[in-house]
């Protein structure tokens, strides 16, 4: 919901340190890596409980995230790049959760199995969609350019990474937070299926 905001604040530095990184010789896909292994690095920091550094490693992941895209828009976008960049998302989108669980398991242990569900069946629906959109040709550049057909939704990047700064200050609600943006992410979901009924009609 907020992403689109939030790019046309952030897409002009973003752009100018993939620039700067670009001509250093670091490529797109060192980035993505990178941001990833912040976000292993979070979810260790997590498991220790040692959360004021996993707040920062997460900031520090999502920043890599936001960069990969801007060193590959001033060298050369690549499938692989792209394929890359969706897959260690959606690893760093379920590592998070899962550190908490792990930290404590009996208190955290249904409401982010409740939310590691909720981001398997949006992100299924998300690439479903995807699939779908690129076999009818259809584009869009409502979050920018993308690798594969974007939808939108109530719960996005931005609102995930909240989420995930908000655990690392409030730990102690995790489970209440999790539970409520669980139900942000099916409601995502079902106004995808709805978009999809309404697009793939034939």
């Known amino acids: 919901m907020l992403d689109g905001l939030i790019r046309?604040?952030?897409d002009p530095w973003l752009d100018r340190g993939g620039r700067a990184l670009a001509a250093r010789g670091i490529g797109a896909n060192a980035v993505t890596v990178a941001g990833f292994l912040l976000g292993l690095a979070a979810a260790f920091a997590i498991i220790v409980d040692k959360l004021m550094p996993a707040f920062i490693l997460i900031a520090a992941s999502r920043i890599c995230d936001?960069?990969?895209g801007a060193v590959a828009r001033a060298t050369a976008k690549t499938d692989f790049g792209g394929f890359l960049d969706i897959v260690l998302d959606f690893a760093f989108y379920g590592l998070i959760p899962f550190a908490f669980i792990l930290s404590d398991p009996y208190?955290?242990?249904v409401a982010g199995g409740l939310l590691l569900l909720a981001f398997y069946i949006?992100?299924?629906s998300f690439l479903a969609f995807a699939v779908m959109a690129e076999r009818r040709g259809l584009t869009t550049d409502v979050r920018g350019a993308k690798s594969l057909y974007f939808t939108t939704?109530?719960?996005e990047a931005t609102e995930t990474i909240a989420v995930f700064?908000?655990?690392c200050l409030f730990p102690y609600w995790f489970p209440e937070i999790a539970v409520l943006f669980a139900l942000v992410c099916f409601?995502?979901?079902l106004s995808r299926l709805m978009l999809a009924?309404?697009?793939f009609r034939t």
């Open 66 to 68: 936001g960069l990969d």
């Open 187 to 189: 409601y995502t979901t």
């Open 153 to 155: 939704g109530l719960a």
């Open 197 to 199: 009924r309404a697009s």
């Open 165 to 167: 700064l908000a655990f």
């Open 122 to 124: 949006n992100g299924a």
């Open 8 to 10: 046309k604040q952030l």
């Open 107 to 109: 208190e955290n242990g």
